[in-house]
């Protein structure tokens, strides 16, 4: 088998002193949906910064399309594909839908007015409130804008760190949709998320962490039909 897209492999580190990440291995296949979960404090966004080049390692290494970027920044990384979707202050709630979605495309030199169309597709709620401050959405509009703001880099990985946080079931629900719909196109998804249950239902691939180690990996499906998985992470 040919080696997947991104792969974060034997990932050794943390803040400081302290370790939180301990052999952990993290990866996406090419228009696949990788999904970590796990309890709280389980080192899931930590695993997510570690991909992204936020976190230094001390062990393991980081490759795209099989170069190793282990030492690259994450604004290299970001010249390189990858695109990086935080949980919180992910939008700049004083410029427009509009300015958001440009402030996406500042690497680019090309026309970006084709993506914005694109993104508009993906999110039709953004083409009506497109001169609108993004700070006077709703969290699950925000939400939609950060995602859109990403895409205009035109990424090959896009990845989300709690991408529902906050936001109602159907907001979530909703938002899934429009991951498929991503990942539909080509791009590599690879996200943290809380809800866990959910998350593994678009899944490909499933990581579960624990205390920053793999507990289980497999398909989502296999994730859901595990009774360990189910009794200790999903509430039975």
């Known amino acids: 088998m040919s080696?997947?897209?991104?792969?974060?492999s034997g990932m050794t580190g943390g803040y400081g002193a302290a370790d939180i990440l301990h052999d952990c291995t993290i990866a996406v296949e090419k228009g696949r949906i990788s999904v970590?979960?796990?309890p709280n404090g389980a080192g899931k966004s930590t695993a997510m910064k570690a991909v992204f080049g936020m976190l230094p390692l001390r062990q393991g290494a980081v490759r795209l399309d099989g170069h190793d970027i282990t030492g690259l920044s994450p604004q290299d990384r970001v010249a390189q594909g990858m695109a990086f979707v935080p949980q919180t202050r992910n939008i700049f709630p004083s410029m427009t839908v509009e300015e958001n979605l440009e402030m996406g495309a500042f690497?680019?030199?090309?026309?970006?007015?084709?993506?914005?169309?694109e993104v508009y597709h993906l999110f039709p709620i953004l083409a009506e409130k497109r001169h609108q401050p993004t700070g006077e959405l709703s969290g699950g509009q925000r939400q939609q804008v950060a995602v859109g703001r990403a895409l205009m880099t035109r990424p090959r990985i896009l990845m989300l760190d709690e991408p529902t946080a906050g936001v109602s079931p159907i907001v979530m629900d909703e938002l899934f949709d429009r991951i498929i719909e991503v990942a539909?196109?080509?791009?590599?998804?690879l996200m943290v998320e809380q809800n866990a249950r959910q998350a593994l239902e678009i899944a490909d691939t499933g990581y579960v962490l624990v205390q920053?180690?793999?507990a289980y990996?497999?398909?989502?499906?296999?994730?859901?039909?595990?009774p360990e998985v189910r009794r200790s992470f999903l509430g039975g």
Do not use: F, H
Not at 217 to 225: D, P
């Open 3 to 8: 080696e997947p897209v991104l792969i974060g």
């Open 36 to 38: 970590i979960v796990g």
């Open 107 to 117: 690497l680019r030199r090309d026309d970006i007015a084709g993506t914005m169309e």
């Open 184 to 189: 539909r196109t080509g791009i590599s998804i």
């Open 212 to 214: 920053g180690r793999n």
């Open 217 to 226: 990996t497999g398909s989502g499906a296999e994730l859901l039909a595990d």
